[in-house]
């Protein structure tokens, strides 16, 4: 086989991307800290990245799973860690959000303070699922059935204090109608019932309704973001169909402990970029687990939670829910 020159140049390109990858063959496994159990979607996104990031950093990448408390067992255990670009945590915006508004004094961090934001790695949207004997086929419709089947009506989620929640919380706030909280632990038993006509609407990302919604046994009348998902097009906003709540979309993002050297959290951000730009990697994400691959910078990443928190704070306040 012949290689031109522009072949070297190029290959030369891709090695400076990531300039520490070869030096970097003997040093020790990176750990990935996950607070949700394998086979969910939190341990999902994070297993396309981490397969991929060997062959970036040219060491080992281990996912260490440390399940309970809403990704707080994790967070725990990267505060715990040493600040040698060794350990990260992968977690969605439930954990760096809600456990730090709902839970306060509970817990023993900070985000802003005790972690340090390396990039972000997927998003996706938060909808709705209505169903079937509701008869209502979106939003509007839906509101205007629980105006007239007073005490009947309530949204599911998958637990409670999270963003599926607040959500809920804030769409009955804005429409003026009585739609209390229904929770479940986890999606599956949510969406069963849902399908069962057992509860009569939910909150929860789409992984669990969309297949459901394609078999017409249950309806997802609208998501909560900004503009209808690429991965979803056919499903409306909220907002387009006039009710004005644009905070539902969950994003998963990657954290080292503050004090890593800058050099091995860029050194990391630049990796994740680069498996968020290969093909396979983005239709795995896209197709099998309903996210969007979204790259976010460290600086970007942050400036992200710190309008979420902005944003969720008075409105968790204002709920009055208060944490078992």
């Not at 290959?11 to 003997?26: D, F, I, R, T, W």
């Amino acid at each position: 086989m012949k290689f031109s020159r522009r072949h070297f140049f190029l290959s030369g390109c891709a090695l400076l991307c990531l300039p520490q990858a070869s030096s970097a063959q003997n040093r020790p496994a990176i750990r990935i800290l996950v607070g949700f159990p394998p086979g969910g979607a939190t341990d999902a996104i994070t297993r396309v990245i981490a397969d991929r990031l060997p062959n970036l950093l040219g060491q080992p990448v281990i996912i260490d799973n440390k399940p309970g408390v809403g990704g707080r067992i994790a967070a725990d255990a990267l505060l715990a860690a040493q600040a040698d670009g060794l350990t990260f945590m992968v977690a969605p915006n439930a954990t760096p959000t809600f456990q730090m508004l709902v839970f306060g004094q509970q817990i023993k961090w900070n985000i802003l303070k005790d972690f340090t934001a390396v990039a972000g790695l997927a998003s996706y949207p938060l909808g709705m699922g209505v169903a079937i004997n509701t008869g209502a086929k979106n939003a509007n419709e839906f509101v205007e059935w629980v105006r007239r089947n007073p005490g009947k009506a309530s949204f599911g989620t998958p637990g409670t204090g999270g963003q599926n929640h607040f959500l809920g919380v804030q769409l009955a706030k804005t429409m003026g109608i009585d739609l209390p909280v229904t929770p479940y632990k986890g999606s599956p038993p949510m969406v069963t019932d849902l399908v069962g006509g057992h509860v009569t609407s939910a909150i929860s990302l789409m992984d669990g309704m969309m297949a459901q919604h394609k078999a017409g046994k249950l309806r997802v009348i609208g998501v909560f973001t900004k503009e209808r998902s690429p991965l979803m097009p056919e499903i409306p906003t909220f907002i387009e169909q006039g009710i004005d709540i644009t905070s539902g979309e969950g994003w998963t993002g990657m954290w080292a402990k503050a004090g890593t050297p800058a050099s091995e959290v860029q050194r990391m951000q630049e990796a994740v970029r680069q498996v968020l730009q290969m093909p396979d990697a983005r239709e795995q994400l896209s197709l099998r687990l309903w996210a969007h691959p979204h790259f976010r910078t460290g600086a970007e990443l942050e400036n992200v939670q710190r309008a979420e928190l902005a944003h969720w704070e008075p409105i968790i306040k204002t709920s009055g829910f208060k944490p078992e």
